[in-house]
């Protein structure tokens, strides 16, 4: 009997890891076409890794938020994306970007698995807690499937947030200053729940955004220490 891991349809595609020429040219030709529409600034590269499995976990505002994300950081970032998007054109293209699909509203197995895999390979993993876009509205109620990872393959979080990317082509032919800021990792503690490190990744997070964008993450209760 075939199992379901066999039976995917997703393990007959190749999923990069890791960067090639193909995605470095794709990167390029990206970025040209974004800083026609953003002027970028990058704050806390100290607290980037330059090598070591690790997640980067970020605020998220709008399907935009991947570019300067990579762009910040000098490391290939493995994304996981929303599966509909590979039965697209740009299936091919995003899988040279080293994102992969997740069928999201239910337990997706198989991107689990892949997950797994780019950081048992020394690789970054990025992700979005809330699993889905605020469009600008503040940080929504996280899921814990970041700190869960986090956890079960013992490796940091680098909270990331991200600045401004709702206004993307809407100044045009005036430029949208976006920021991209790397706060200090977060690492797994032997005590931790997913709940709780869940807690304390977006608290994090909300005390690097601005007070309009921190949502339901905006006060923190009393005796709650990061």
Known sequence: MSTQQDADPRDRKKYYLEDTSARRLVLWLVRNLFNTAMVMKVEGVENFPLDGSVIIAANHVTNFDVFPMQFAVPRVICFMGKAELFNTVLDPLLRVLCAFPVYRGEKDEWA???????????????????????????????????????????????????????????????????????????????????????????????????????????????????
């Open 112 to 226: 689990l698995r892949h997950a797994r895999k780019v950081l048992a390979h020394g690789q970054i993993l990025g992700m979005f807690p809330e699993g889905k876009r605020s469009n600008g509205k503040g940080l929504g109620v996280a899921k814990t499937g970041t700190a869960r990872m986090a956890i079960e393959m013992n490796c940091p979080i680098i909270p990331m947030t991200v600045i401004g990317t709702d206004k993307f082509f809407k100044q045009f032919p005036h430029r949208s200053a976006v920021t991209v800021k790397l706060l200090p990792p977060i690492l797994p503690n032997p005590n931790d729940t997913p709940l709780s490190l869940t807690d304390r990744l977006m608290f994090t997070l909300a005390s690097g955004l601005p007070e309009t964008m921190r949502g339901v993450y905006a006060e923190v209760p009393k005796g709650f220490g990061r």
